[in-house]
């Protein structure tokens, strides 16, 4: 789904235009270092509920690792867990 049509777009406040740059100024770099991340940040992320946009509640991370966050949220919302390891067939040696 494209940026323009989320719904989500639709949610954040109507000075985002300025909050955005702001916390990208703050956090140039990835606040998420997930895996030893040392990228730039080029994206907003809400460190707690997506509807609250204090200043506080919101870091700058790198795309890599806000679609891996993104990710994770999604799984723990749908209640699944990290994938195991597939077993051998029974019947298979």
């Known amino acids: 789904m494209a940026w323009s049509t989320s719904r989500r777009h639709a949610r954040l406040p109507r000075n985002w235009h300025t909050i955005q740059p702001f916390i990208l100024g703050r956090d140039p770099?990835?606040?998420?270092?997930?895996?030893?991340?040392?990228?730039?940040?080029?994206?907003?992320?809400?460190?707690?509920?997506?509807?609250?946009h204090h200043l506080h509640m919101l870091r700058g991370v790198c795309h890599e690792?806000?679609?891996?966050?993104?990710?994770?949220?999604?799984?723990?919302?749908?209640?699944?867990?990290?994938?195991?390891?597939?077993?051998?067939?029974p019947n298979r040696t």
Do not use: F, W, Y
């Open 65 to 89: 690792c806000h679609v891996k966050r993104t990710a994770q949220q999604s799984a723990a919302g749908r209640g699944l867990k990290a994938r195991r390891p597939t077993e051998a067939h």
């Open 29 to 52: 770099m990835c606040q998420l270092r997930l895996e030893g991340c040392t990228h730039i940040s080029t994206e907003v992320d809400h460190a707690g509920n997506d509807d609250d």
